[in-house]
């Protein structure tokens, strides 16, 4: 990747990366033209050619920035400050609707990225999934208060059924209109968490 892409403003940088998360979320990687991202970032074909060489280095440094971003805003809400894991769920939320709010595609992008199955990408993508999904539950696990917990639980198989939950949750939604409904998803996660705190806690409350 051309390093000259760094050097631009933070605005324009922005539309190329939103551009790429839009259109490599709203089909296969194959089929995600690089002129359509070029055309809504603003800039033309070859431009977008100088600063990433092929499709494959743009497709990788936007699942690698998903995943940087995302890390980033949960980081920022301050749920790794409370060593209770629903009050931290809540921060995490709040933080991941921030961030939707200026990356809108950049959910529906990773999940598209994780199911991808073309070789070109799909075991660079499992690769990082697999070691930043180990790397959030043990950072999680190392702030979290397990004591009203029910007694024998596994903590990582409790956080991994959570994760597909809710990627299952945004995968339906994504199937359901091209953009998220972030004020619904917000509404329908609070639900989650109320289910989950009754299902995996010694008093369901």
């Known amino acids: 990747m051309n390093e000259k892409f760094f050097e631009l403003p933070y605005e324009k940088r922005l539309r190329i990366i939103n551009a790429g998360f839009r259109v490599f979320s709203e089909s296969i990687y194959k089929k995600s033209p690089m002129s359509e991202i070029a055309a809504e970032a603003g800039i033309s074909k070859s431009l977008l050619f100088h600063y990433f060489k092929n499709k494959k280095e743009l497709y990788l440094f936007l699942w690698n920035e998903a995943g940087r971003i995302t890390h980033d805003s949960v980081k920022n809400s301050g749920c790794f400050e409370t060593n209770d894991l629903f009050e931290a769920m809540e921060l995490g939320l709040k933080g991941k609707i921030k961030l939707m709010r200026e990356y ?102």
């Open 104 to 205: 809108p595609y950049v959910s529906q992008f990773s999940l598209k990225a994780f199911y991808e199955t073309d070789s070109a990408v799909s075991a660079a993508v499992s690769r990082k999934y697999n070691r930043y999904l180990d790397a959030y539950i043990d950072e999680w696990l190392k702030h979290i208060n397990t004591d009203c917990f029910r007694d024998g639980l596994d903590m990582k198989m409790m956080f991994k059924d959570m994760s597909l939950a809710a990627e299952g949750y945004l995968w339906e939604a994504m199937h359901l209109g091209k953009s998220l409904d972030v004020d619904k998803l917000e509404k329908d996660f609070h639900l989650l968490f109320s289910f989950w705190k009754k299902v995996y806690t010694k008093d369901g409350e």
